[in-house]
């Protein structure tokens, strides 16, 4: 897999997202990693167990500052999202996230792939 992107601020955006996965997820929960390609991109997506979000939730993840009621407990700012969005975007990608209550959460990360 070769994408085009910055290998510093990618290996930042990643460890984020495996981080944030870790903390969420319920105990005793899985956490997956998953690379695809997808026409012209790669898709790099982490999954976790843990509650999961409403689509309301979701609206809220990349605002600064913005944590989730029941998280406040959990150490952190709520900016990791936001550099993650910021710094993805300045690659050129994108940022998704899929989830339901009680089904986990599923980020990821879209990137063009970068020819040989």
Known sequence: MRVWADGHRLGQVLANLLSKACKYNRPGGQ?????????VQWRTSIADQGAGLSPEEIALQFQPFKRLPGTAHLHGTGLGLTIVKLLVEQMGGSIEVSSKPGQGA????????ASD
């Open 31 to 39: 956490v997956s990693v998953s690379v695809r390609r997808e026409g």
């Open 106 to 113: 599923v980020f990821s990360v879209l990137l063009e792939a």
